[in-house]
């Protein structure tokens, strides 16, 4: 029986596929008075307003960490897709690497295993501030190498001067989009498979990796890939290829209603205003939506020295205590704080309600299926072909049996 710590391998696709790894500028000197800390953005993100966005986030840990430490200087290095950990190594060589790199928790596995990072102590506070989940996301070979900070979950974002009532199921959006409310869905696996959730598919998806019933038609996975079928022929619903092309199509106001992450969410809020509302997606009659969350932490560059390691370490600690956590959260209300002792105020923010019913209703829901789903998925090209299914699916390319064979082939594949 898998228990919480198999949910470290849950998000590790994440890594593999969604994750945009860093490249780009070049490293300088590094006065011991410097922390140095190395952030990604995506390439097609790569521009001066989301520097500054992602910046600005970065001021918040910032000013935490200089209530202890204000005459200590801290430079943040932006780098762009899929050149982040080559970077990160050729400075390294020269002894410029940087003192801390804010990534996935699972992204930072690959990391120490190139020895780009280095782990955290097995004493407290580090061990004592997670429950099971985060820290078997963050533990490597036993080891503590990913200080988390945020949990970001996965919600629907939708227009409130639109949609008055948001649907509470699948069944309920297939409505609301019959009304004339314009739906948005992203054909990527993991932005849509929450849609397998709600139609009581994922134990039959990870049954194909176990080969549980094997000789049982899997009649779940059928009933899940009719819906994305049906749901394409709907004038008001429509699948797009990626997240970032349905949050701009909702803030032009091309669209009403979205699967988006509650980060997302805070970036439309900027352009939206109060129109925005965010509320966890919809479950089935029976099932809940299998809500696919990032977590986001801290790793500790392992060309720091010993003066700058020390500052690392205080600066993580501003960051990831209960009194820093539960200040990042009221500040921002777009993440969930990854201290298990710090309590979400439910009653007071509608957003921190969506937020923890996500993760803690929804996510940690199938615990016993993440893993076998990730094996599913676990390689980039498993992902690919499932992607590609999906979006032929959804155009009309594939039959709902063609798409069906398809994913029972993968799993076949993968077991030979």
Not at 65 to 92: C, G, L, W
Not at 185 to 209: D, H, K, Q, R, Y
Request: hydrophobic share 40%.
């Amino acid at each position: 029986m898998p228990t919480k710590s198999l949910f470290a391998n849950a998000i590790t696709l994440i890594s593999i596929t969604l994750s945009a790894l860093l490249s780009g500028c070049t490293s300088v000197n590094k006065p011991a008075n410097t922390l140095y800390i190395a952030y990604a953005l995506p390439e097609n993100d790569f521009n001066q307003s989301t520097k500054e966005r992602i910046e600005n986030r970065i001021k918040i840990f910032t000013q935490l960490f200089q209530q202890t430490n204000p005459d200590i200087r801290v430079v943040t290095v932006a780098y762009k897709a899929n050149r982040m950990k080559h970077q990160i190594t050729e400075d390294s060589r020269l002894n410029l690497g940087p003192d801390l790199i804010i990534e996935l928790a699972t992204s930072l596995g690959s990391y120490y295993q190139d020895s780009l990072v280095s782990s955290f102590s097995n004493s407290p506070p580090w061990t004592q501030q997670y429950d099971d989940v985060i820290k078997g996301l963050s533990t490597f070979n036993e080891k503590l190498i990913a200080a988390p900070y945020a949990i970001i979950p996965q919600v629907a974002c939708y227009n409130n001067k639109v949609v008055k009532q948001p649907p509470k199921t699948i069944q309920e959006l297939v409505e609301l989009g019959a009304s004339g409310v314009r739906i948005g869905l992203a054909a990527n696996p993991a932005e849509v498979i929450w849609t397998a959730g709600s139609t009581g598919a994922i134990p039959e998806i990870s049954s194909l990796v176990t080969k549980q019933n094997q000789n049982k038609q899997p009649l779940k996975i059928k009933e899940w890939l009719t819906w994305l079928r049906q749901a394409a022929y709907y004038q008001n619903i429509s699948f797009y290829s990626n997240q970032s092309q349905l949050s701009d199509e909702l803030t032009s106001n091309n669209l009403d209603w979205i699967s988006c992450n509650s980060f997302q969410a805070s970036v439309m809020k900027e352009k939206m205003g109060e129109q925005l509302s965010i509320t966890i997606l919809p479950n089935g009659v029976q099932t809940k939506a299998f809500t696919w969350p990032y977590i986001t932490a801290f790793g500790l560059g392992a060309n720091s020295s010993p003066t700058q390691r020390a500052l690392a370490l205080s600066y993580v600690k501003s960051n990831t205590n209960a009194v820093g956590q539960r200040q990042l959260m009221l500040r921002n209300e777009d993440l969930l704080p990854a201290n298990k002792n710090v309590d979400i105020p439910n009653e007071s923010s509608k957003t921190l309600k969506a937020l923890n019913e996500s993760w803690n209703e929804q996510s940690l829901s199938y615990l016993e299926e993440w893993p076998m789903i990730i094996q599913y998925l676990s390689t980039s090209q498993n992902y690919l072909d499932v992607k590609k299914a999906l979006a032929e699916l959804t155009s009309g390319v594939l039959s709902v049996e063609e798409a069906e064979q398809i994913l029972i082939n993968l799993a076949k594949e993968d077991n030979e």
